[in-house]
């Protein structure tokens, strides 16, 4: 069970002001981490978007473009598995920030953790990444995006759990689901 939870916090639009990524080796998270980005937008903050993460212009106005960051963000994505809580949002932000400087996009299939927590757990009358973490008691500082990035990897270990699953592969399998590719 390996796969990298990744979850963007965004200034505007498409443009990221946070990335946040958890990796899982063998069923077990073994490192969390989380970058502010100066998005291409710097220094509009839709002030929609900055109440709900409270990232405002001011915080990532020292912090480097997606493209400076790229070379330490690409081996946590590239030849992996990745999953978002909502991940139709998280890898169009992706397509668009690699879009918007330029960049190769890397080999990754994916998966999104809202499609298998409604499957796992039927009985949940919403499955956003809140929803599903209180219901599992799993304690996070929702809409910063290292903790949230690491939530919805708790939330796809949970999920596979209950179909006991030994690997990504088997337990999109058992949920009648395939990985996307990027």
């Given at each position: 069970?390996?796969?990298?939870?990744?979850?963007?916090?965004?200034?505007?639009?498409?443009?990221?002001?946070e990335i946040?990524?958890?990796?899982?080796?063998?069923?077990?998270?073994?490192?969390?981490?989380?970058?502010?980005?100066?998005?291409?937008?710097?220094?509009?903050?839709?002030?929609?978007?900055?109440?709900?993460?409270?990232?405002?212009?001011?915080?990532?106005?020292?912090?480097?473009?997606?493209?400076?960051?790229?070379?330490?963000?690409?081996?946590?994505?590239?030849?992996?598995?990745?999953?978002?809580?909502?991940?139709?949002?998280?890898?169009?932000?992706?397509?668009?920030?690699?879009?918007?400087?330029?960049?190769?996009?890397?080999?990754?299939?994916?998966?999104?953790?809202?499609?298998?927590?409604?499957?796992?757990?039927?009985?949940?009358?919403?499955?956003?990444?809140?929803?599903?973490?209180?219901?599992?008691?799993?304690?996070?500082?929702?809409?910063?995006?290292?903790?949230?990035?690491?939530?919805?990897?708790?939330?796809?270990?949970?999920?596979?759990?209950?179909?006991a699953a030994?690997?990504?592969?088997?337990?999109?399998?058992?949920?009648?689901?395939?990985?996307?590719?990027?």
């Open positions: 069970m390996t796969f990298t939870a990744i979850d963007f916090e965004t200034a505007h639009a498409n443009f990221p002001c946040g990524l958890t990796r899982v080796e063998d069923g077990e998270i073994c490192e969390s981490k989380s970058w502010l980005i100066k998005p291409a937008c710097f220094p509009y903050m839709n002030p929609w978007n900055q109440r709900v993460h409270g990232i405002s212009s001011s915080d990532v106005s020292t912090a480097q473009t997606f493209e400076e960051l790229w070379g330490e963000l690409k081996p946590w994505m590239e030849d992996r598995i990745l999953v978002a809580h909502n991940a139709a949002f998280d890898m169009r932000v992706l397509r668009a920030t690699l879009a918007c400087y330029d960049l190769a996009i890397p080999r990754v299939e994916y998966f999104c953790s809202v499609i298998v927590s409604r499957k796992a757990w039927k009985e949940l009358p919403r499955h956003t990444l809140d929803a599903v973490s209180n219901y599992h008691h799993i304690q996070f500082n929702h809409h910063r995006a290292g903790d949230d990035a690491e939530a919805c990897a708790k939330i796809a270990l949970k999920a596979f759990e209950t179909v030994c690997s990504v592969e088997d337990g999109l399998k058992k949920f009648g689901m395939q990985l996307k590719k990027l």
